[in-house]
């Protein structure tokens, strides 16, 4: 039994994998955190209580309890918790005071799926019920558990059961208070081709917080957020990563409190974020997920990957290997016709390279970037014969066939715009904002759904197409929908990402036989909601392997290997101007799901003729990626080195991946130690031509010997004999 309630103590132990998460309800009612960590037994936890300090302590009279003092399930507002909550409301008379109180639990063999968002499959799951003490207002606390993950996904419905609306002015996902307050938080930052940096800074007293007010989750800031020790690195140390299954603007906050300990909480971003809740409505959040590591970030990763892979992206796909692509954007960008793709097409028959995916540019008058989104129509000038001919020439080679859509999208000189402006998202009376001389369309509006749903389900109902790439290529500004009315305008952002979601559900769901991978300028919408929809997404727009080295590591820390598209471009890289080796380039992609993309009808006779090994290689690792785990050992974003080992669940095969960025003259020796390998077992590593025990391996380490020359790789295969 995964989920244990002592009717006794009012206490519920929650266990996942080796974690234990424990609360109680106290005596006044209130469901009170307790424990969130390695597992534990099943004692009375609350000897352990402790409220720190305390500054105008504000308390209940008969009872002297201060909810400032409790760490808490569910935080709410305006009753003497001066710390962040976590549900913030207000009703008709302008009262803004809850105080939520339990009321009733149930626990369910199998979690419900969430309503029209996102959520991880699964398990046993708690389903708590508190009320608030003067309204018949509900809020519902779900926490499932993994037997298999070292994970608590949690989430939240605010159920309005009385007769008038109330207005949430915050309803966030999740919260957690830890016992401490010295941690150290990690986070991924980044930019337009920059994606994934790592940040690591020390929890200062008072409020941090990572969002994105940018209506997607954005490559600006990752919703994720890794609460760590001081002393934790990749292979030790406590961590505690929070991740949240939401593409929209969202929130993750930390907060360190005068008592000594602190509160991680975040959800849906509350800033500009009012949802008006009528008479018996339920507001769901999305989810968040809570992994715990006593074992340093690699294991967190790990537990997030198994997760993910176990529970959130689509069965059908998650474990079978990847269509290995050549993707012709930067190799042609707008300028192409039939000729030119076929010759693309020509040069990679027989390489083992098995899609042709057909990026931007078919369709309208898209021969730039300024026109034609929105136009969900063959440009036949462009491409005579329509769609059929290139896609008959890519299948009668022996390759399966992609296309590129950014259905959000309409540029201001498109048909689509033409015929309905309204439909593209602005606010009466101001101009709207261009990026990339584009518009997002109001996906808030059912009548722009079913145009989108119809216009794309067009295209691949009549064509034979295996493979979408789903792109999206601007932040939302001018936050304002003419199909909402005024008081419910700041449930803008929101309704978008629903909308969203909606559209995915019913063009992905309906074409179960298309593989769809995400993408949003790389990796501006790289998250778990995502992951939900598409097996894999565009890591970066930045192909370079120096960048992709830095870039792939951050992403790594939340979001499974195999999740991570990585291609081989041209050198000079196109973002960075940088040349790298051909072999590096492949090297670096094969830590994802590999592809390449440049001119390959352009490209020297000695790099095309090294493909067909190159992909040989990578379907030798592609298990690894698909199902094994992945360590990280070093990183660029630290020193000149970035090494990452991939090992089968069953240790039985193993490889690791070492790149150098510049060459020293006269250097150190750089040593390297594998992971993850069988002490005992015996592994033949052919790159050395050597068969040596795991122990040997790991303890003594390997010494790789790179050419002289910059970014280079050396790759060493692990196979148990
Ligand atoms: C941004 C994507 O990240 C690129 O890979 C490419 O698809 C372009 N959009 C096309 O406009």
Sequence with gaps: ????????????????????????????????????????????????????????????????????????????????????????????????????????????????ALPGMPSLRGGETLKLTLKDMTRELRVILYYTVYEDASAIVRHTEIVNSGTESVDLLRAYSFCLDLPRNDYELITLHGAWARECEMERVPMHHGVMAVDSKRGSSSATNNPFMAVVSPHTDEFHGEAYGCNLV?????????EAGIGGASRILGGINDFDFRWKLCAGETFCTPEAVLVYSS?????????????????????????????????????????????????????????????????????GARNHAKAG?????????????????????????????????????????????????????????????????????????AEVRDYLVDAVSAILDTHDIDYVKWDSNRALTENFSLGL???????????????????????????????????????????????????????????????????????????????????????????????TPFATRAAIAHLGA??????????????????????????????????????RLESTMEGNYFAEMVVAKDRSRAVLTVFRALVMANAETKRVYPVGLEENAVYRIPELEIELHGSTIMNVGLVPKFVREDFTAAVFTFEKI
């Design 594 to 631: 590999t592809g390449y993309e440049l001119d390959t009808a352009r490209m020297i006779a000695e790099e095309i003729a090294a493909i067909p090994a190159q992909v040989e290689a990578y379907h030798a690792m592609e298990e690894l990626i698909l199902c094994g785990d992945s360590y």
């Design 246 to 254: 939401w593409s929209g603007s969202y929130v993750l906050k930390a």
């Design 295 to 363: 074992e340093g970030l690699n294991k967190m990763s790990q537990s997030f990957h198994d997760l993910y892979r176990g529970y959130l992206i689509p069965e059908k796909h998650v474990y079978s290997p990847r269509p290995v692509v050549i993707n012709n954007w930067e190799g042609t960008y707008f300028d192409f016709d039939n000729e030119r793709l076929m010759a693309i097409v020509d040069a990679v028959r027989g390489t083992g390279i098995d899609t042709f995916v057909l990026d931007d540019g078919w369709f």
């Design 1 to 112: 039994m995964a989920i244990i309630y002592c009717e006794q103590r009012k206490m519920f132990y929650l266990e996942s994998k080796d974690v234990t998460y424990a609360f109680y309800i106290n005596k006044i009612g209130f469901p009170e955190h307790l424990y969130y960590g390695k597992r534990v037994g099943h004692d009375a936890l609350n000897y352990a209580y402790s409220g720190g300090a305390t500054s105008h302590r504000a308390y209940i009279p008969e009872v002297n309890i201060s909810y400032n003092d409790l760490p808490a399930e569910a935080p709410f507002y305006g009753n003497g918790d001066f710390r962040e909550p976590m549900v913030q409301i207000m009703d008709g008379k302008g009262d803004r005071l809850i105080q939520l109180v339990y009321e009733s639990h149930e626990i369910l063999p199998v979690k419900p």
């Design 373 to 445: 989104l929105g136009d969900w129509v063959v440009n036949t000038e462009k491409l005579k014969g329509g769609l059929k001919t290139i896609i008959d020439y890519v299948h009668n080679a022996g390759l399966k066939f992609g296309l590129w859509f950014e259905p959000e999208m309409v540029n201001p000189d498109s048909d689509l715009y033409r015929a309905h402006p309204d439909w593209a998202i602005h606010c009466p009376g101001h101009e709207p904002m261009l990026s990339r001389t584009q518009m997002v369309l109001d996906l808030t509006r």
């Design 485 to 579: 009315n005024a008081d419910c305008q700041q449930e803008f952002h929101t309704r978008w990402t629903l909308g969203l979601y909606d559209i995915f559900e019913r063009i992905i769901n309906s074409h179960p036989d298309i593989f769809f991978e995400g993408c949003s300028s790389g990796g501006a919408r790289f998250d778990a909601g995502m992951l939900y929809y598409f097996p894999q997404i565009w890591t970066s727009d930045d192909t370079d392997a120096y960048m992709r080295t830095r870039i792939q590591y951050g992403t790594s820390l939340a979001y499974p290997l195999s999740s991570l598209s990585c291609h081989v471009s041209i050198c000079p890289n196109h973002q960075t101007g940088r040349t």
